[in-house]
């Protein structure tokens, strides 16, 4: 397998923007790959030019399209080339992959894949950085913490791991567990990673035990969980109001105080923190009438899509100096990632960002709940 990511995007765009039409959707782009794919399939085999004839110029195209998109690319047999779409472990991104992927169309001689998938069983290893990392040298162990059960919480172990070589084996593994249990389960599945020497392991687990490992930790979650949805009609709210010590502005919350002393957080442990900044108003932080009432109508127009019966959960909303963030806690991240990213297309009146994260327990908000409690 080959991997590249887009690079010289200036130089590409030159050479071959203003010649052919604008890729605007997932069908643009797979009508344009598709006219090309024989094109591609032949210089490919070759192995002349691939760079600069096919894979610069797919790299340009995936960006043209949304930025964010990478691909891996290798012959499994003398006849298909396998063309995997990945989003190199962004969560963000991996909608996006699926439904591109999901749209292609069927091309004879390829083989179009969502996202790096792995192999429990394989005896695939990688060397970088003249390190090895394969299932001879990579154990893991499992840790425990009472007050998040639900959470997985695994250490590995590489016999070269020392303060010195830590970024390259922490890399290393990551890329070694893609090839092991697939990029999803990489980035979806495991709450908190360590990492260690092996020599610091007392009873360690063969990495090739990891993906049963994980898929019993699934199905335990899923037993437990599956199913449970939260109606918000008649919960309470309550709100809050403090003094930043450093900038004395005020920070104003309104929060859900059923939601946050709820003993079922695990079930929707995708934590999405949207963030609309706007001009504040004077030295207050707060913006005028009308921008509040503009902010409030995003938050209602994101309500609307994400309900909480469908398993997104408003908890509540911040606002200082400048900014509103508002936390919503999902089942899954798909949706409202597509939703937000939506929202964001169609507002110009504010910037707007947001950060999606697992955080099965909702750790990030703890600071409101304990100053809910103090109010």
Not at 109 to 115: E, H, K, Q, S, T
Not at 159 to 164: L, Q
Not at 296 to 316: S, T
Request: glycine share 6%.
């Amino acid at each position: 397998m080959l991997w590249f990511k887009i690079h010289g995007m200036k130089f590409l765009k030159s050479l071959f923007g203003s010649k052919e039409q604008p890729i605007k959707t997932n069908q643009d782009f797979w009508r344009w790959f598709s006219s090309n794919s024989n094109k591609f399939h032949k210089i490919f085999e070759s192995k002349k030019n691939i760079n600069e004839d096919f894979m610069e110029i797919l790299a340009e195209k995936l960006n043209e399209l949304r930025p964010g998109y990478y691909f891996l690319i290798g012959m499994p047999d003398d006849k298909t080339i396998e063309l995997i779409l990945t989003a190199d472990g962004v969560i963000r991104n991996i909608p996006y992959v699926e439904q591109l992927v999901e749209d292609a169309p069927k091309i004879e001689g390829w083989d179009i894949i969502a996202l790096k998938q792995g192999d429990p069983q394989s005896n695939a290893g990688i060397e970088m950085h003249d390190l090895k990392f394969d299932q001879e040298n990579i154990t893991f162990s499992e840790e425990t913490d009472a007050n998040y059960p639900d959470e997985v919480i695994l250490t590995f172990y590489h016999p070269d791991y020392n303060e010195s070589s830590s970024q390259e084996i922490i890399g290393g593994i990551f890329i070694y567990l893609d090839i092991l249990i697939g990029e999803l389960n990489n980035v979806t599945l495991l709450d908190e990673v360590n990492f260690a020497n092996s020599k610091d392991c007392n009873e360690p687990i063969p990495v090739t035990k990891l993906g049963e490992y994980l898929k019993w930790r699934e199905s335990e979650f899923l037993e437990k969980y599956e199913g449970l949805r939260y109606d918000t009609d008649n919960d309470d709210y309550s709100g809050y109001e403090a003094v930043n010590p450093e900038t004395r502005k005020t920070v104003i919350g309104v929060f859900n105080t059923n939601l946050l002393s709820w003993d079922s957080k695990a079930s929707h442990p995708w934590i999405l923190i949207l963030t609309i900044e706007y001009e504040a108003e004077g030295e207050s932080g707060f913006p005028n009438q009308d921008d509040y009432v503009a902010i409030n109508e995003l938050e209602d127009n994101l309500n609307y899509v994400l309900k909480d019966a469908e398993g997104y959960l408003n908890i509540g909303r911040k606002t200082y100096d400048g900014s509103r963030d508002i936390f919503y806690a999902c089942k899954d991240f798909r949706k409202p990632c597509l939703e937000t990213d939506k929202l964001i297309s169609k507002t110009s009146d504010f910037k707007m960002h947001y950060e999606i994260f697992k955080d099965k327990y909702w750790r990030c908000l703890e600071h409101f709940t304990n100053a809910m409690n103090n109010t």
